[in-house]
Antibody, heavy 124, light 112 residues
Framework: QVQLKESGPGLVQPSQTLSLTCTVS????????VHWVRQPPGKGLEWMGV???????DYNSALKPRLSISRDTSKSQVFLTMNSLQTEDTGIYYC??????????????????WGPGTMVTVSS | DVVLTQTPVSLSVTLGDQASISCRSS???????????LEWYLQKPGQSPQLLIY???NRFSGVPDRFIGSGSGTDFTLKISRVEPEDLGVYYC?????????FGAGTKLELK
């Protein structure tokens, strides 16, 4: 079955670099797009970026200078790297799968599976 | 960036009541192909968000028919008829028509 699971350091010092891994199973990274979404404690959701099934990436313009998303298809892993971390980067980081459905006329897109999320705390 | 404004911020209901959540966009969400990339997600306490509605009004597999999405252009609504205990949590609208994709700030559905 389809699963995604985020993993990472938990605690990162200010100004350092965050590295997270999203390990997927039940589908191929060359067939589906994987996105990253984060959520500060007690707050709403923020879309961070995507690695498309073809390997290209797009990022939230607010994070683009600091953010990089890559993958290793042989290991079914997607990587998020973000540098110059500040306390406001504290939160839960989710990876999810964006799926496509087609009814013969429209192509529909949606996030159908999410990982459980991994908590990242930026603190000295 | 497209701003999605959700109202109300919180909604107190009695089980069995109807609930209505509005999501207004700062720009039209109709894409050049005619499709509208507007989705609704529910985040239950301590859980990841889960998909309810995609393409404005299409219920995802397994979502009860008491969830109804509607709207067009810049104004969208999620209605929940006969609220049940498992419907409680925070509802988010989401747009993928314009880059960067954005979420609304959320509407918390709680018991009165």
């Amino acid at each position: 079955q389809v699963q995604l699971k985020e993993s990472g350091p938990g605690l990162v010092q200010p100004s350092q670099t965050l590295s997270l891994t999203c390990t997927v199973s039940g589908f191929s990274l060359t067939s589906y797009n994987v996105h990253w979404v984060r959520q500060p404690p007690g707050k709403g959701l923020e879309w961070m970026g995507v690695i498309w099934s073809g390997g290209n990436t797009d990022y939230n313009s607010a994070l683009k200078p600091r953010l990089s998303i890559s993958r290793d298809t042989s290991k079914s892993q997607v990587f998020l790297t973000m540098n110059s971390l500040q306390t406001e980067d504290t939160g839960i980081y989710y990876c999810n799968r964006r799926a496509q459905d087609y009814d013969g006329y429209w192509s529909y897109w949606y996030f159908d599976f999410w990982g459980p999320g991994t908590m990242v705390t930026v603190s000295s | 960036d497209v701003v999605l404004t959700q109202t109300p911020v919180s909604l107190s209901v009695t089980l069995g009541d109807q609930a209505s959540i509005s999501c207004r966009s700062s720009q039209s969400l109709e894409y050049s192909d005619g499709y509208t990339y507007l989705e609704w997600y529910l985040q239950k306490p301590g859980q990841s968000p889960q998909l309810l509605i995609y393409g404005v009004s299409n219920r995802f597999s397994g979502v009860p028919d008491r969830f109804i999405g509607s709207g067009s252009g810049t104004d969208f609504t999620l209605k929940i008829s006969r609220v049940e205990p498992e419907d409680l949590g925070v509802y988010y609208c989401f747009q993928a028509t314009h880059d960067p994709y954005t979420f609304g700030a959320g509407t918390k559905l709680e018991l009165k």
